[in-house]
């Protein structure tokens, strides 16, 4: 085990199998492409209106809610077993790479998986399993990169 996922797993509880689960099932097809629509817009509109902890909405305060949403639901879509809309349209997802210039604190990961949480809830189409194999997956993608995205800029910044 590598020792980033070592750490994820101390962290979450989770190993690399168990967020993997999601290559188990096509959850594309299982779910259907109106459903992660739908569950990119309740999410961002969450975050986006997100009055009880600002900052964290602030962390999104220079993007436009309608192409965030885009680039999840497409993201989310090919990753979960669909066409590869997001490669297509925006290149190699290199999700570490495209959050580097965020606030990704430990703080920020877990304010992101309170939001996604209550969204798959608001959303009956996504079935209790598939929110688990979901749940697990972006649990240890959020801590993969809060860490390691915080390990970068502290690289950065001579630490
Ligand atoms: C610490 C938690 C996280 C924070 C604070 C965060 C923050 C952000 C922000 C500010 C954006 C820019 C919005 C846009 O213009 O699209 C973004 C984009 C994105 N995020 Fe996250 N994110 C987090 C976790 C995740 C996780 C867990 C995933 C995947 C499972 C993810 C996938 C994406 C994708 C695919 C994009 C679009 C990138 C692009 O098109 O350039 N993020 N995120």
């Known amino acids: ?3 980033l996922d070592a750490l994820i797993e101390e962290k979450t509880g989770l190993t ?3 967020a993997m689960r999601i ?4 959850l594309y097809k299982k ?3 109106e459903t992660f629509w739908k569950l990119s817009k309740t999410f961002y509109t ?3 209106n997100d009055e009880e902890e ?3 909405k602030n962390i999104f305060k220079n993007r436009s809610m309608e192409e965030a949403i885009e680039n999840q639901a497409e993201f989310f879509m090919q990753r979960m077993g669909g066409p590869a809309y997001f490669t297509k349209r ?15 604190a430990e703080k920020a990961a877990e304010r992101w998986l309170f939001h996604m949480k209550a969204s798959i809830a608001e959303t009956p189409e996504i079935d209790e399993d598939s929110a688990s194999r979901m749940m697990d997956y972006f649990t240890h993608t959020a801590y993969f990169l809060s860490i390691g995205v915080s390990k970068q800029q502290g690289m950065k910044r001579g630490e």
């Open 1 to 3: 085990m590598n020792e």
């Open 54 to 56: 600002p900052w964290f």
């Open 23 to 26: 290559d188990k099932v096509n």
């Open 90 to 104: 925006k290149g190699h997802p290199a999700l570490m790479g495209r959050h580097m210039n965020f606030n990704m």
């Open 46 to 48: 969450k975050v986006f």
């Open 16 to 18: 690399i199998e168990q």
């Open 31 to 33: 779910l259907g492409e």
